[in-house]
């Protein structure tokens, strides 16, 4: 057989050749459209390649975007990859302290800013050392290059030559558990075979046919994977930019047939949607992952608007679909309200996609039954799962002697191969689809001087799914001592607030005496739960 190299370069040609009149439509921040078809992309991300190249970008090096769901950002999901560089999208809503951490790892080279965030880049632009920021508009050209006069200087034609499908192509940081971000290093084969198998039809199942909105941020694990599926399944993108003032709206006017985001998302706008039933009719799934889909809101989307709701499960680390949660066959002659029980489990593993079971004892992991009922640590691997974190050996915190990704999720699996999340061994909160480590949060607040415990936990919050909430204590004689509970949690708010993005901060800080201790004195975060949320099942 022919040794066909696997790069997102072929992903970029067929889409071209074969679907170059696909449209890619973008919502702008004035409320209109930038739309334009896969062979204006195609011919812009040439001139891309080649101007990057220009700018003294080589193989291997690292390239950071710092923007929304955009157009542009499209053309740089495979321009930069496609020259052989590394893509590094940004969480846009990650601290400054953070984001100056990360792009230090990283090494970015070169940044690429959104208008929508200019003002928030200019927050740490000073303490990271980049070479080179590329601004998408004229407002704030002050020295910078602009992205359009890249484009239009450049020469037009490029020929792709990813000479080994194992060359990186992309970097996303995920939250670790102890606080300080992991890097995880896609490769164009990784992201290529992940691409195959999300286009299959019992995955995302897209089709040519199909309009495809990912509302999930294109710095969130790659959008899912979306724009390399969609393209390359040919079907029609809306890109929403930040975050649409109304979905449904978007949706109605886009002719949109499936979208992609987070529980929080569709909580959100279900009700707008419910009103413009007649204007969504061609919505025919939605992909829901990031937190779990509560079997409520599946159940209302399924029989009030008769959309499809799939609940995948993934990770950062694994480009990032695990599992998917269709049903089979045989359950066609399920009642609804049994079929929205199996859809709100997080689902089957997709093809490519190993899981197993696991339980720690003194010489290392013995594997779980598949009986629905035996929690165990779930642990997988895959041609898209990561073996190591960037810049770091495999550690047995996160790999096992034999190599599968310890996922820090605690889990059952039925005996026809549906996995549910049960609870999370690690200790993060999960906050609209995104994590809030406990362990940095509690961290930063023992650095106050008359802070002696803290202990954070996340709070079942009908919204966000999961809201940090501070549980203090504070030493008997400290400054703050004489203060009201309320001032005190304002200073330490204050505190959190140079560190963390806003959506850490926890909502409500409670000051106790003592905090419950579990038998070997570490604190009790089940206790916990049950004093300040007792109708969480822990
Ligand atoms: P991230 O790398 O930010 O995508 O976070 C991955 C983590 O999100 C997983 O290890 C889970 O803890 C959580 N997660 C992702 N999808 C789901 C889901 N459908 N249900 C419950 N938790 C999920």
Redesign the pocket.
Known sequence: MMNYPLTLAQILEHAHRIHGDKQVTTLLPDGTFHRYNYTALYERVQRLANAITQLGIHCGDRVATYASNTYQHLELYYAIPCIGAVLHPLNVRLSPVQLAQIIREAEDKLIFVDNAFAEQFKTFESKVECDQVINFDPMFADTRTLYEQLIAEATPEYAWDIRDENWAMGLCY?SGTQGEPRGVLYTHRSMFLHTLAANQTDVFGVTEADVVLPIVPMF??MAWGLPYASMFAGADIVLPGIKPPCIAKLIAETGVTVAAGVPTIWAEAYPELRKRRTDIRRLRRLIV?????PLSLIEAYEKELGVEIC???????MS?TGTFSKLRGVHRSLSDAEKWKIKAK?GRPIPGVELRLAAETSNGFTELPWDGETIGELQVRSPWTANSYYKAEPSAEHFTTDKWLR???MATIDADGYMQ?VD?AKA?I?SGG??ISSVALETALLKHPDVREAVVVGIPDEKWGERPLAVVVLTPIGAVSNRTDADIADILKQQLTSEFPKFWIPDKFVFVDEIPKTSVGKSDKRAILQMFAPTVRR
């Open positions: 995920t969130h694990a992952g990031g937190e779990a889909m609940h995948a499960w993934g990770m950062t680390e990032p997080q996922t820090g999720d999340i999370r993060l999960r995104e994590s």
